[in-house]
């Protein structure tokens, strides 16, 4: 029997997520019960939501419990299977948790996907979780129209990379934010985005102003904190802020910072809205469907940030928070 | 010829407005010129908006210039006209300023009014620009379904009574907030609102967990502060906060407060959204008709607090952030 690779949530971090927050494990590999199935992980996402999964308490979905595997979405294949819809062979896609083999009875999202149509790694980005938060909260909660500027942080990130591209097809300006020449090169050569300001070099109170001279139309907000108050500092009427995440905010000890000058909602009469990507659920095949055919066209680049090894998971995470990475972080295992 | 008592802005107020913030006057009456009318005011109205236009800069419309006489709403009547489609005897409301007697040439919407449908004071209350702020940000951005549970801060207030009383007629559950047993006696047994907070006395954090034991589907926001807060942790999913004004925080020095925890809207679904009332002003017309029925049928109460003379101004405008009045705030000239 092979063996099972696994780090399970030891402790619920404060702050940043450290080594001893989690216990690595090596169980014999599990074998499927009745109308189960084993999947052979062969990437695990590592994704700025799993920082809200080691919390406690009731947020969008349960926290992880404390010794349970760490949970995180993978893509793999399966190797051994007494369900009727899963065989050996298939390619599958869904939340297995940080471990080589997870045992499954396919509930819970657990879908097929095609390495023939994109690489497996794909799936975890454009054609997975991050390619289907960029899609929907940007087109249903940003809401862009042809002509509109559209700030995009994280805009070398897994999500924002995705968005900026989709509202640059939709025929927006588009200026992102993100940390470090390197990545503000890519965002404008390879994403083809307007402009990009460098959070770690700019002002990027002055930088909005001088890129964004008619307001800002569509905020889409991964990162809270600084940016998110000097974004709202430059709203246009009828503004739409997308709350997709506040990668600034999750490790904070202290109480978190709310944006001061949140009245600019009420002046400019702009809509602040938060938005998770389980609930858009029905529709990521018809999403996918639309962007894989832009892949296909070449309208839609996308980057991964592939770690060797699931014995990196602790030290991989923290590429997340310290924005050393480029692209869409994930382990091979 | 009559004097016209007036007051002007003398200084921008740091912090509350203070008596030198102001200067009087009593220039001669004006006479009006070609396509002009004069109005002899008789009811000025004081509103937390004032304190807006008393800033520098550009907010939803430009700031009272220095040495000019302060922007107000009133209700009056016409004394004198060149103008076409006003003549002497009809009564009119809109803005124009504090003082006795206004000259203009009608722009800006300076509507008739009927004293014969309702008393006068009622038009700068339910039927003026508090019952419109109320019909328009709690129906258009509110949102309220059946069934829903609604908060309602100022809920004695002018705009809150009345948007409160609204959400009833819409067979919302209603809680309001308000300063004092006297209040809140007025806002359950008048009003006929379901419960109501003191949040001078009760845990505002406790009472919402008590009276709003499913959530709160939609806020309607006149304070900001430590109660937005309050209420963003107890959000239901889909939740609408609408943005009506925040007078809590219009005479800080300090930089204002964000809500801290504002990530609630991204865990719920939840949306934030701006309002002001110009936006509306061409369906005004259908909601005055409308709540004029409801008062009818006696299903809108009102109060009014009027304050005998102008030259009270200063003093009586100091009740709009003391708390220290009932009903909508108003001067009699």
Request: glycine share 12%; aromatic share 8%; charged share 20%.
């Amino acid at each position: 029997m092979p063996t099972n690779p696994q780090w399970k949530l030891a402790a619920r971090p404060v702050g940043l997520p450290k080594r001893a927050d989690f216990s690595y494990d090596e169980p014999e590999a599990p074998t499927p019960g009745d109308g189960e199935f084993t999947v052979k992980t062969h990437y695990i996402s590592l994704d700025p939501a799993m920082r809200g999964w080691m919390n406690a308490g009731k947020s969008y979905i349960p926290g992880v419990e404390i010794g349970a595997v760490m949970r995180a979405i993978s893509v793999g294949e399966v190797v051994a299977s007494n369900h009727d819809g899963f065989a050996v062979g298939d390619h599958v896609q869904g939340v297995m948790g940080v471990q080589a083999y997870a045992v499954t009875d396919g509930s819970g999202g657990i879908t097929k996907v095609d390495p023939k149509l994109a690489p497996l790694p794909k799936y975890l980005s454009v054609l997975g979780m991050p390619g289907m938060t960029a899609y929907f909260c940007l087109l249903r909660v940003g809401q862009p129209k042809a002509g509109d500027t559209v700030v995009m942080s994280a805009a070398a990130g897994a999500v924002g990379s995705v968005a900026g591209q989709i509202a640059k097809l939709k025929g927006c300006r588009v200026v992102g934010i993100a940390g470090g020449p390197e990545k503000c090169k890519y965002v404008t050569d390879t994403l083809g985005f307007d402009a990009c300001i460098d959070y770690k070099n700019d002002d990027v109170a002055e930088a909005l102003k001088t890129h964004c001279p008619k307001g800002i139309d569509v905020y889409f907000d991964n990162v809270g904190g600084e940016i998110l108050e000097a974004v709202m500092s430059r709203l246009a009427q009828g503004a739409r802020i997308a709350v997709c995440g506040a990668i600034s905010q999750y490790n904070n000890t202290d109480a978190p910072r709310g944006p001061a000058n949140y009245l600019s909602l009420l002046v400019n009469r702009a809509r602040m809205e938060g938005f998770v990507v389980f609930d858009w659920v029905r529709e990521y095949g018809q999403a996918a469907q639309e962007m894989a055919g832009w892949m296909a066209q070449g309208k839609l680049q996308s980057q991964e940030d592939i770690v060797e090894g699931i014995d990196q998971f602790p030290d991989a995470l923290l590429k997340l928070f310290s924005g050393d990475k480029h692209g869409k972080l994930m382990l091979k295992v």
